[in-house]
């Protein structure tokens, strides 16, 4: 019913910029919280920040000052500009969405979308 469909990954250079996309669609009446996620290899899934519907913003102390998240709800999309990127920083990053489905039935969902390599070379 809902897809999350990432954009922007790819290579980048110690201290370089990448910006990730994400699109909501299907059927569904709101997006609550969306967020992004990484995982590095070995490592457990990691949220990197997330952006409610009134554009309110946290941020992992790893990131914080260097990504911005941000988010357009006309067209049920969020985006993470990632600068000053750190070989740390590789990883795949997920771009996750809790959503209300029908109005007349409040219950959420969560969902993710499959993902986007982030490499920063050293």
């Known amino acids: 019913q809902v897809q999350l469909a990432e954009s922007g990954g790819g290579l980048v250079q110690f201290g370089g910029s990448l910006r990730l996309s994400c699109a909501a669609s299907g059927r569904f009446f709101s997006i609550n919280v969306m967020a992004w996620y990484r995982q590095a290899p070995g490592k457990q899934r990691e949220l990197v920040a997330t952006?409610?519907?009134?554009?309110?913003?946290n941020y992992a102390d790893a990131v914080k000052g260097r990504f911005n998240i941000s988010r357009d709800n006309a067209k049920n999309t969020m985006s993470l500009q990632m600068n000053s990127l750190k070989p740390e920083d590789t990883a795949v990053y997920y771009c996750y969405a809790v959503v209300t489905l029908s109005e007349y039935a409040p219950t959420s969902f969560q969902y993710w979308g499959q993902g986007t390599q982030v490499t920063v070379s050293s």
């Open positions: 952006v409610n519907s009134g554009g309110s913003t």
